[in-house]
């Protein structure tokens, strides 16, 4: 999940060798998905091995599920066999207006992070506290803070309402948070509505992952997922472009925020035209209606099947929907919480914030001198990765995209940190800053992205989905925080070159993190997933 949070901060590119040292102890730990009968997966903590296995009753289940399947069928085809015999496309066109829709959040979230960056300058003057960088930093990250708090609700909320009204409910603090802002006439009326639009996007970008899992045919359900990460980079470069005139009309700011109320009206309409998720209709016990979306969705060959995995996982007596947050002490929710948690402080401290912030001043290096311009290119360079990464997560798998998107990070942050620490020339070291500063961007774009927000949802259980999205992405936005608020200080004191090698060396740790901690879900259901990883469901069994 990419997130822009700037505190503005004047403070040149201060060039020092003085190193940074980190001290980090990860243990490590190891999940295999099963690929034969047998369903184990191996967990490596450590030196030590625990093989854990499913209770017979249920491994006969889940074969008799499995065996349902053509013994020629491919998870990366896309076809599969009728009841008549006859082989028909399953694709993803029914899924996707659906998917669409929700994705409006993500372009919500994206364009209000990129709304406040250039025209805080005027805002700031016609509201009176020009030049105070603690209350202008406070108006752009004050979302932060309602963003923490939506996160940790949206478990409870989704679970008893669903992600359908749950989306038109939160949407609403969205909307009034951008029209409270574009007619404030004092500071503390432009935080409010900062707070509330930050509300509104803690819970929506929790929503957005699980929703499109949740309704996504199984072989599309990683490139429809990217769609949301399209979706944000779509809301930041519009934000940029529509800003461009706020460099010459100081008042332009108040109609970027009319603006912003907009995509708000449009998802909470087309909320009420898309199909709540069939996953959460079985746990509150309209196996009916879940049968009918499936059938719209993935195809009336589909639905019998998908409802025997729901109903193999999901109790359908509506106790699902009451699912408590010391449920993600025991395992294996406890294992997938921590794996989601994990992701997101490496990703927010593999340096994306701070990179973004950056390379405004490396492109000033080479003269492009325009602010706006260069978050544009960069805007572009994000979006052009998000495209290739929907088609390559479903071909390539979560698993390699995330080492090879964090190898390609650790590169390009050293590629920037050799051309900073050991210049040749000039103008080639500029060029190098500038190649390795996209290269990152791109390779963020690539995996990191849209693959950490993809997966937790995948490994997660249909019963604690929505805690542990929570969860992980409340721990997203503290270390987004902690991220913005130290960074420029981090620069100040040691310079450049230290702070983006250690960008570099937690993009190292990360890819391997992924190497021996993510489970690869590519092809599998979200209820093959569950079984695979719980040793014991005997609970729904009775």
């Known amino acids: 999940m990419l997130v822009a949070t700037v505190l503005h901060k004047s403070v040149g590119p201060v060039r020092t060798r003085t190193g940074l040292r980190s001290n980090s102890n990860l243990k490590r730990f190891a999940v295999v998905l099963p690929k034969t009968d047998a369903l184990r997966f191996g967990i490596r903590f450590g030196l030590r091995f625990r093989n854990l296995r499913v209770s017979a009753k249920k491994k006969q289940q889940l074969s008799e599920l499995w065996s349902r399947k053509s013994d020629s069928e491919n998870f990366s085809n896309l076809s599969v066999e009728k009841d008549n015999g006859e082989n028909s496309e399953v694709g993803w066109l029914p899924a996707f ?11 919500l979230f994206g364009y209000h992070i990129g709304v406040m960056n250039g025209p805080i300058v005027s805002v700031a003057r016609e509201l009176g506290f020009e030049g105070n960088s603690i209350l202008e930093g406070l108006v752009v990250s004050i979302f932060i803070a309602g963003a923490f708090l939506g996160s940790i609700c949206c478990g409870s909320i989704v679970d008893k309402l669903g992600c359908r009204r749950t989306f038109q409910i939160v949407t609403i603090p969205l909307i009034l948070g951008a029209l409270l802002s574009a ?35 199984t072989r599309y359900r990683g490139s429809l997922g990217s769609v949301c990460q ?66 719209n969705l993935w195809g009336e060959s589909e639905a019998e099947r998908a409802i025997d995995e729901f109903l193999a996982v999901i109790k359908s007596d509506g106790s699902d929907v009451d699912s408590k947050w010391l449920e993600l002490l025991d395992e294996p929710h406890s294992r997938v919480a921590f794996i989601g948690g994990s992701l997101f402080v490496l990703q927010q401290f593999a340096g994306i914030n701070g990179v973004l912030y950056f390379s405004s001043l490396t492109f000033q290096d080479v003269g492009i001198s325009s602010s706006a311009l260069a978050s544009l290119l960069v805007g572009v360079t994000n979006f052009a990765g998000s495209i290739c990464a929907s088609y390559l997560v479903d071909n390539q798998g979560r698993q390699k995209l995330l080492i090879g998107s964090y190898a390609g990070m650790a590169v390009s942050m050293f590629l920037v940190v050799g051309a900073i620490a050991f210049p040749l020339d000039e103008q080639l070291g500029h060029n190098l800053s500038i190649l390795g500063t996209l290269t990152y961007i791109l390779s963020f774009a690539l995996g990191a992205g849209p693959v950490t927000g993809l997966i937790i949802p995948e490994l997660s259980s249909n019963r604690t989905r929505g805690k542990i999205m929570g969860f992980s992405f409340s721990v997203h936005w503290v270390c987004n925080f902690l991220v913005g608020l130290f960074f420029l200080d981090l620069v100040e004191k040691f310079g450049v070159a230290p702070v983006y090698a250690s960008f570099g060396a937690v993009s190292l740790l990360a890819a391997l993190f992924a190497n021996y901690f993510i489970v690869e879900t590519k092809g599998r259901s979200l209820e093959e997933i569950e079984m695979s990883l719980t040793p014991n469901l005997s609970a729904r069994d009775e």
Request: glycine share 8%.
């Open 183 to 217: 007619q404030a006439h004092s500071l503390d009326e432009v935080l409010w509505g900062r707070f509330l639009v930050g509300l509104g996007i803690g819970v929506n970008t929790v929503l957005v992952p699980i929703y499109i899992s949740e309704i996504s045919p």
């Open 230 to 295: 399209i979706g944000t980079c779509l809301g930041i470069i519009s934000s940029l472009f529509l800003g461009l005139p706020s460099e010459n009309d100081p008042h332009w700011w108040r109609t970027l925020l009319y603006i912003a109320s907009v995509p708000g009206f449009l998802l909470i309409l087309g909320m009420q035209f898309a199909v709540d998720s069939p996953r959460w209709l079985c746990k509150v016990g309209r196996q009916n209606d879940a049968k009918a979306v499936i059938k």
């Open 97 to 107: 207006p659906h998917v669409l829709v929700s994705s409006m959040a993500n372009f």
